[in-house]
């Protein structure tokens, strides 16, 4: 199973892009990258997930490298509910059915 | 329209005893997957199941069980209770429309389960 590699804490000041790395250089062609996060022990949340391109949504953004080995999500505007621990995830399919390999995530706080 | 529901949310055991948790997935959603989370092991996957089938499972001994019913609701078992299955044990759903498809799964808040 791929597996991800995450800085273990970042920090980041109020109103700044916080860019958090992930490293998944065992990840195969047709697996997926997510990424969500999780505050203070409550369920994650999703943020967005890509294959080969980068992506945008409301939340953040998504850069896939062209090897597909890294990624980085960036989030525009931290603001200090950001704070929070992020997981970058490959979803690995097998047989038609799938399941994440959570990583053990970047705990990202934001400094007012 | 409404997310995905766990109940209980705190629950107590002594070692020995089962417990059964219970995950309403998000309405129209058919698959329902189960991960325990604990400080020292991180989020692990523990099974998956579609239209009241087992689709996938982790690396769990068989203490740990579970199912779905025909609403798609799902439980989840665990018997013969270890004070290693403290955990905050994680529901998440998706609509698996398609295999292989870029469905999401939306998780719910968590049963906090401690073993005494």
């Known amino acids: 199973d791929a597996k991800t590699t995450q800085p273990p804490s970042m920090d980041c000041a109020e109103g700044r892009a916080a860019n958090l790395p992930c490293n998944h250089s065992?990840?195969?062609?047709?697996?997926?990258v997510y990424w969500y996060r999780q505050i203070h022990s409550q369920g994650p949340q999703y943020i967005i997930h890509g294959l080969k391109n980068n992506e945008t949504n409301e939340m953040a953004s998504l850069i896939i490298t062209e090897d597909r080995k890294s990624s980085t999500l960036i989030l525009p505007h931290a603001t200090l509910r950001d704070t929070a621990v992020y997981y970058c995830?490959?979803?690995?399919?097998?047989?038609?059915?799938?399941?994440?390999?959570f990583g053990t995530g970047t705990r990202l706080k934001v400094l007012a | 329209k409404a997310g995905v529901t766990q109940t209980p949310r705190y629950l107590i055991k002594t070692r020995g005893q089962q417990v059964t948790l219970s995950c309403s997935p998000i309405?129209?959603?058919?698959?329902v997957s189960w991960y325990q989370q604990t400080p020292g092991q991180g989020l692990q996957f523990l099974f998956e199941?579609?239209?009241?089938?087992?689709?996938n499972k982790g690396n769990f001994p068989g203490r740990f069980s579970g199912r779905q019913f025909s609403n798609s609701r799902s439980e989840m078992n665990v018997s013969t209770l270890e004070l290693g299955d403290s955990a905050l044990y994680l529901c998440?759903?998706?609509?698996?429309?398609?295999?292989?498809?870029?469905?999401?799964?939306?998780f719910g808040p968590g049963t906090r389960l401690t073993v005494l």
């Open positions: 065992t990840i195969s062609g047709n697996e997926y």
């Open positions: 998440a759903s998706s609509s698996r429309v398609l295999a292989g498809g870029t469905d999401t799964q939306y």
């Open positions: 199941y579609f239209s009241e089938t087992q689709r």
């Open positions: 995830i490959v979803r690995v399919d097998t047989s038609g059915t799938y399941k994440y390999i």
């Open positions: 309405s129209g959603h058919r698959s």
